[in-house]
Each structure stands twice: as C-alpha cells, then as structure tokens.
C-alpha cells in the first residue's frame, strides 16, 4: 500500500462530497489532507491510477455513513418520543409534589 493509499483509507486525507446548489458532487480534501500544495499534488500523484476506485470507493463510505446515521437518528427519536411521553404522565405528579413541598415548606417533602 503507498502512503496516499494509507492517508486514504485511514486519515480522511480525501473524502466523498455530495452534490450541493453550488458544487457538484465528487472527491474533496477531507481533514487530514496534506498541508502544502506540493504534498498534495505528490498525494494526487500517486493515487491517479486508482481514482475511480479510490471514487467508488468514497461514494461508497459516504452512502455507509449516511444509512447508518440515518438509522441512528429514527432510533433517537423514538427515544425522544418515549421520553417524551414519560415526561407528560409524570409531570403532573411531580409537579404536584414540588408543590406541596413549596407551599408547605422543607418538611412536608418525602420523608
């Protein structure tokens, strides 16, 4: 494996960008790209040869990391919503509780 196969696969030296109004969709300078333009035309350099895989392989990671946040978002919300609904039958209670304990002082709180 070359060193631009290395920072690749496991520094995020590139990454895959999705199509926005202003860009089109394709390969990025990810967070750890090299520093200087020097670096990273050595980096581009030795990866040419493999740029379409090395794209598939990005849109591929990118398709990954979007299913898999997309089902861990539905999993927070149902989370959020059982909560949620927790919270409206315990509220009152509660509410009523700190009540008490406000309006008759320290010593009518649980004992």
């Known amino acids: 494996t070359s060193v631009g196969e290395d920072h690749l696969g496991a520094d995020g030296a590139i990454c895959w960008r999705e199509a926005s109004a202003d860009q089109q969709a394709g390969l990025t300078w990810g967070a750890a790209a090299p520093d200087t333009k020097g670096a990273r035309d050595e980096t581009l350099k030795e990866i040419r040869p493999a740029m379409?895989?090395?794209?598939?392989?990005?849109?591929?990671?990118?398709?990954?990391?979007k299913r898999v946040l997309a089902k861990e978002r539905q999993k927070l919300k149902i989370d959020a919503d059982y909560v949620r609904g927790l919270r409206q039958k315990w509220e009152p209670e509660d509410d009523a509780r700190l009540s008490r304990i406000t309006l008759g002082g320290m010593d009518s709180g649980p004992k």
């Open 52 to 65: 379409r895989m090395v794209t598939r392989i990005a849109q591929l990671v990118a398709r990954t990391v």
